[in-house]
């Protein structure tokens, strides 16, 4: 009687058979699998002639393990079975000793296949390192972030080519790929290095395709569009994010939504078109009392909330040339953003305070650029440092004690950096 191999593989992966099924429901969300496994099913699987798990049940169990069904032990008719990689012979090729040889290769194909494996666990562990990479951008700035985002390529890209999956766990990796590329793009913005933020945009958008993704393509194209503005593209920044908007019409809820509408909105000031990004920030307070219900949103649109949609007003407010209405606005959008956040809450403090210069409040834009300065000493974004030196030069022509000092600060602060 045949017996899998399914035990040995879920005790050396350190399941019980009760946490073996919390795991199992997890990957099925993960890879949205139409499969559940009860106790007594798992134990029949176990045992001596066990039976074919269904298709989806399938997808789950070689997308945790990182092997083919047959290698665990159960018998696979040849239309279910999924080969770990598909092979492909140019030029000519020798049959009849292939036929010869048949035997031969049936013995070997009944062992596991040599090499390292990627499978539930080396995926786990690279999804908690992506999820890294947010917090570290946040709390400090691009520069490590970046570092580790580039030996997370390599390192995915080491497992794609040096060892073996299912096709399950290819297409996740290839997604995360994508995912670190996306993000990637973001810190090489923050750096000023607008050539790899494109290219690495680009790659994610590629990858996106590829894998049908939907989520992550809008993700690319939502930042292709921030790119666009900055190199004062405003059609690119409009058509990126339009057709981000046509996928989400299909494949989002209210929070990705409510980010692409900031993103129209900043897309359409680009152009001077104050009358469409009025249109589009309304929408995105529409969207907002939506979007803090969702239970489920991406990760990269969690930050959208009242903070973003303020900050994104008083830029309105800004290119109307009306920068006395926009400071409420970038004022409640500083004190609105948690603790985590140090990179943008100083980003968004220098604004304020280039703001307030601009409004004529020139003792408390000195104040909240003094904060700005004593809170980054550790942080790396040269988006910040330009704010810096924008702000030094505009107070540099202002003949009081308090702008004379802070130009005297910045400039101490520059030289030190």
Not at 183 to 212: K, N, Q
């Amino acid at each position: 009687m045949a017996r899998s191999n399914l035990a040995r593989l879920r005790r050396a992966s350190g399941h019980t058979q009760e946490s073996f099924l919390v795991d199992f429901a997890q990957w099925a969300q993960l890879i949205r699998a139409n499969a559940a496994v009860s106790v007594r099913q798992l134990r029949r699987w176990e045992g001596e002639d066990p039976p074919l798990p269904h298709p989806g049940q399938q997808d789950v169990l070689e997308a945790m393990f990182g092997i083919p069904l047959a290698e665990m032990g159960f018998t696979v008719p040849e239309h279910r079975c999924h080969p770990v990689a598909r092979l492909r012979h140019d030029g000519p090729v020798r049959r009849r000793e292939f036929i010869a040889d048949l035997g031969g290769l049936a013995a070997a194909a009944a062992l596991p296949a040599p090499g390292p494996r990627t499978g539930m666990d080396q995926v786990r562990g690279l999804r908690g390192r992506i999820d890294g990479l947010y917090r570290l951008d946040h709390a400090s700035g691009g520069l490590t972030a970046r570092q580790q985002a580039h030996e997370l390529l390599e390192q995915i890209g080491g497992r794609l080519t040096g060892s073996l999956c299912t096709e399950r766990v290819a297409v996740q990796l290839h997604a995360m790929l994508g995912e670190i590329h996306c993000h990637l793009g973001w810190l090489c913005h923050d750096a000023g290095r607008d050539s790899e933020a494109r290219s690495s945009v680009l790659e994610a958008l590629a990858a996106a395709r590829m894998t049908g993704d939907a989520q992550l393509e809008m993700r690319a194209l939502s930042t292709l569009s921030l790119l666009a503005v900055d190199r004062h593209l405003p059609w690119e920044a409009a058509s990126a994010v339009g057709a981000a908007q046509g996928l989400a019409s299909r494949h989002a809820g209210p929070g990705v939504r409510l980010v692409l509408s900031l993103r129209e909105a900043r897309a359409a000031l680009a152009a001077g078109d104050l009358t469409g990004s009025r249109r589009a920030l309304s929408g995105s307070i529409a969207l907002h009392d939506r979007a803090d219900q969702e239970p489920d949103a991406p990760r990269w649109v969690r930050f959208a909330g009242p903070v973003e949609i303020d900050y994104a007003t008083g830029t309105h407010y800004l290119q109307a040339g009306a920068p006395k209405a926009a400071v409420p606005f970038l004022r409640a959008a500083v004190d609105g953003l948690a603790a985590g956040y140090a990179r943008n809450t100083a980003l968004y403090r220098a604004r304020l305070a280039s703001v307030l210069l601009q409004a004529g409040e020139v003792e408390e834009a000195c104040a909240q650029m003094a904060t700005v300065v004593a809170k980054s000493d550790a942080l790396t974004s040269a988006r910040l440092s330009a704010r810096l030196a924008n702000f030094r030069q505009a107070a540099a022509s202002i003949d009081t004690a308090t702008a004379r000092d802070t130009v005297a600060l910045l400039e101490s602060t520059a030289e030190a950096g």
